[in-house]
């Protein structure tokens, strides 16, 4: 995707774009490769149990699933090779096992299993990514429309939000890991903030809810990225995960589910794409593929049951942060991408001469609501505030 854009007078086109987060809770650079956050060990009496049951069973081979990124998706395996590879990756799930602590036990299994083909995956991040991958009916593509330019249609590829929530929902005991609710944590006295949970967004959101109902959060990050050496072919990815989830749990590869890709628009020249016409329809698709994407939020005024671990919650979802560099933060805000312009900050109305000063009073910050938004973008007034003459899907959001 082009991310030039109309900004106001003294645009520096060069100027280096530091990257920013919209909620420094989440730190994850990129949501395609595998960190260990966190490593525990299983029991030994669990390990050697499962060691046990499994050293006799017969061989079986298996299919690895192709990359998600050809073009076209083929089947999958749906289930796991054998009951020896589930039991496993249930297991290194289970108790949250390092790689290295699950190729120890792989090992392990190998060398005292005396069988011809080994049952389990040939790593622990061998399995990881078999789970990953693993084919489901709730993870199948649509293809929606989203603009016609220059006679040219281009096209969301992209998967239902709730099946994607359902998808991640279904990882064995991954409710071990599952806040439903505030958590108020203190020390001496004193309010302090660990997970998502912790937060006060958290407890105004869940207060806002009906009783009884459960607040769901959502996270979402997007990138345009380059698909070749040299620069000229880019695929834009937008995932999800669930805020609910412990950060250690989250930041690992089956916890995040890819949505789609966004429709990345081509200018016929270079004359084009520097044209007001060009930029507002990149604007354009980009929040129409939000707002298909994110349908389910925005209609989603009584919530909708989902079953967690065999069991029945009433939830409410909530976009509660989105991770992006400032190009990206610029497209989802619709705020000017120059940090030149008046009113460069993505939360506030801040002026640019005013943002290095500490001391600013609480009646001297203003900051960027929906209502303002909505209101300065009526009355075609959004230059003094420094956003595009485009309507803000967000501004639909509860």
Same mark, same amino acid.
């Given at each position: 995707m082009d991310y030039e854009s109309l900004h106001e007078d003294n645009e520096d086109p060069d100027e280096d774009l530091h990257e920013v987060l919209f909620e420094d809770t989440l730190i994850n650079e990129d949501l395609h490769e595998h960190e260990e956050i966190l490593e525990r060990s299983s029991s030994d009496d669990e390990v050697l149990s499962f060691l046990n049951e499994h050293s006799n069973s017969e061989s079986e081979s298996f299919t690895t699933s192709r990359d998600i990124l050809e073009e076209k998706v083929s089947e999958v395996n749906a289930n796991y090779p054998n009951e020896a590879y589930e039991d496993f990756m249930i297991l290194v799930t289970k108790h949250r096992l390092s790689n290295a602590t699950g190729n120890a036990i792989i090992r392990f299994f190998n060398k005292h299993a005396n069988l011809n083909k080994s049952l389990l995956p040939k790593s622990t991040e061998q399995g990881r990514k078999y789970m990953d991958k693993m084919n489901q009916p709730s993870l199948d593509y649509q293809k929606t429309s989203i603009i016609t330019y220059n006679n040219v249609e281009y096209y969301l590829y992209h998967r239902n939000l709730i099946d994607c929530i359902k998808n991640i929902f279904s990882i064995p005991n991954i409710n071990q890991d599952f806040a439903l609710t505030f958590e108020n944590l203190e020390v001496d006295g004193e309010k302090i903030y660990n997970e998502q949970n912790t937060a006060m967004w958290w407890k105004n959101t869940e207060n806002s809810l009906p009783t009884g109902a459960k607040l769901l959060s959502l996270i979402l990050y997007?990138?345009?990225?380059?698909?070749?050496? /040299?620069?000229?072919?880019?695929?834009?990815?937008?995932?999800?995960?669930?805020?609910?989830?412990? *950060?250690?749990?989250? *930041?690992?590869?089956?916890?995040?589910? /890819?949505?789609?890709?966004?429709?990345? /628009?081509?200018?016929?020249? *270079?004359?084009?794409?520097?044209?007001?016409?060009?930029?507002?329809?990149?604007r354009e698709s980009f929040h129409n593929s939000l707002r298909i994407l994110l349908d389910p939020i925005i209609k989603s005024d009584n919530g909708f049951d989902l079953a967690l671990q065999d069991e029945i919650f009433w939830f409410f979802p909530r976009i509660s942060v989105i991770i992006s560099d400032w190009p990206e933060a610029s497209s989802f805000c619709l705020t000017y991408k120059s940090s030149n312009s008046n009113h460069p900050c993505h939360f506030c109305l801040v002026s640019k001469d005013n943002l290095n000063v500490i001391d600013l009073q609480d009646n001297e910050v203003e900051l960027r609501t929906h209502e303002n938004m909505i209101t300065h973008f009526e009355q075609n007034s959004e230059h003094s505030v420094s956003i595009e003459n485009v309507y803000n899907t967000f501004w639909d959001f509860p």
């Open positions: 997007s990138d345009a990225t380059n698909v070749d050496t /040299l620069g000229k072919s880019q695929l834009h990815p937008i995932y999800m995960t669930i805020g609910n989830i412990k *950060n250690w749990r989250r *930041n690992k590869p089956d916890v995040k589910q /890819l949505l789609g890709y966004l429709p990345t /628009l081509s200018a016929s020249d *270079n004359t084009d794409k520097k044209s007001s016409k060009f930029k507002k329809a990149v």
